[in-house]
C-alpha cells in the first residue's frame, strides 16, 4: 500500500510516524504541502518519506490519499488532485468536510471515507471514527484505511445508511472526541490552577493532575461499571467530594459541558455548509 498525504501538518505526521512505527517502509509514503519548510519537517523527522510541492508529482496509480489540510484550504488542495474518478481511495480527515463537497468537486468522485482523528494520535493513542460513502467503498478499501487510522491509536467504523446520516455523526464525533482533549486539558488547568491558590508546589500539582486523569481514565477502561456509578463509589455522605459535587451541580457545570459539545457540533455543520455554499 502506498499512501500519499495532502499536507504535512501535525497530524500527518501523527500518522506517517505510527505506520513507520508499525514497519510500513519509508518509500510507500509520501508528503504534498505547498510550504516547503513543511516539507523539510516531515523529511527530516521521517527520513526516507518524501516530499513534493504539487500533487501531480507525488501520486502513483493506486495510491491512497490522505486528505489532511486545514477545512479552508480544501477546496484548493482537492483541485489540485487531478485525478480520475474512483482512481484513489481518499480519506479526509477534516473537520466538516462533507463527502458530497469532495464528491462534487472531484467529479461525482465516490471511493470516499471521512475520518475523524483527535490530538492524542501524536503519541499513538488517539481514536478516530470514520465512515464510507455508503455503497461505493469495497472491503479492501475499508481494511485499508483501518490499517492507516489504526496506526495512531483505535478506530471504529460507524455504519450509516446514508450520506446525511453519516454527516450528522461525524459532526457529534467531532464534537466529542475530536474536540474532546481540549475540554479535558482545560479541566487539568481549573485543578492545577486550584491547586496552585491551595499553595501546592507547581510541580507536585502537576503531577497529582496528570496522574488523577490518567488513572481515572483507566479505570473506567478497565471497569464493567458504569461512570455514574464510579463517580458514586468516590463520594462518601458528608465528605469532601460530595461537597465539590454539590458545589459543581450548583453552577450547573454539567448543563454547560453539554451545551458546549452542541456548540462545537453546531460549528461543525456549519463549516461544512460554508464550503458547500461557496
Do not use: C, W
Not at 523527522?45 to 491512497?64: C, E, N, Q, S, T
Amino acid at each position: 500500500m502506498n499512501i500519499t498525504f495532502i499536507g504535512g501538518g501535525n497530524m500527518a505526521q501523527a500518522i506517517i510516524g505510527g505506520l513507520l512505527a508499525k514497519k510500513i517502509a519509508p518509500a510507500t509514503l509520501r508528503v504534498v504541502d505547498v510550504d516547503a519548510a513543511a516539507r523539510d519537517r516531515v523529511g527530516k523527522k521521517y527520513p526516507g518519506v518524501r516530499g513534493y510541492g504539487a500533487a501531480r508529482d507525488a501520486l502513483r496509480d493506486g495510491d491512497v490519499i490522505v486528505l489532511a489540510v486545514k477545512p479552508q484550504q480544501m477546496r484548493d488542495a482537492v483541485s489540485s488532485l487531478g485525478i480520475a474518478p474512483n482512481s484513489h481511495l481518499i480519506i479526509s480527515i477534516a473537520a466538516g468536510i462533507t463527502l458530497t463537497f469532495l464528491s462534487r468537486r472531484l467529479g461525482a468522485y465516490k471511493r470516499l471515507i471521512r475520518a475523524m482523528p483527535n490530538t492524542p494520535a501524536l503519541i499513538g493513542e488517539g481514536v478516530t471514527a470514520y465512515y464510507a460513502m455508503p455503497g461505493h467503498v469495497g472491503e479492501n478499501d475499508l481494511q485499508e484505511a483501518e490499517t492507516i487510522l489504526r496506526a495512531i491509536g483505535k478506530a471504529v467504523v460507524v455504519r450509516v445508511r446514508d450520506e446525511q446520516e453519516g454527516n450528522r455523526l461525524l459532526d457529534a464525533v467531532t464534537a466529542i472526541s475530536g474536540s474532546g482533549p481540549a475540554y479535558v486539558f482545560m479541566f487539568m488547568e481549573a485543578l492545577e490552577q486550584a491547586a496552585a491558590e491551595l499553595n501546592l508546589p507547581q510541580k507536585v500539582a502537576h503531577q497529582l493532575v496528570l496522574q488523577t486523569f490518567i488513572g481515572a481514565a483507566r479505570l473506567a477502561e478497565q471497569s464493567p461499571d458504569s461512570l455514574s456509578l464510579l463517580r458514586e463509589r468516590v463520594t462518601s455522605k458528608g465528605g469532601t467530594t460530595e461537597a465539590a459535587l454539590n458545589s459543581m451541580a450548583k453552577d450547573r457545570v454539567k448543563d454547560a459541558i453539554i451545551r458546549a459539545v452542541k456548540a462545537a457540533d453546531e460549528r461543525g455543520r456549519e463549516l461544512g455548509e460554508e464550503l458547500d455554499k461557496n
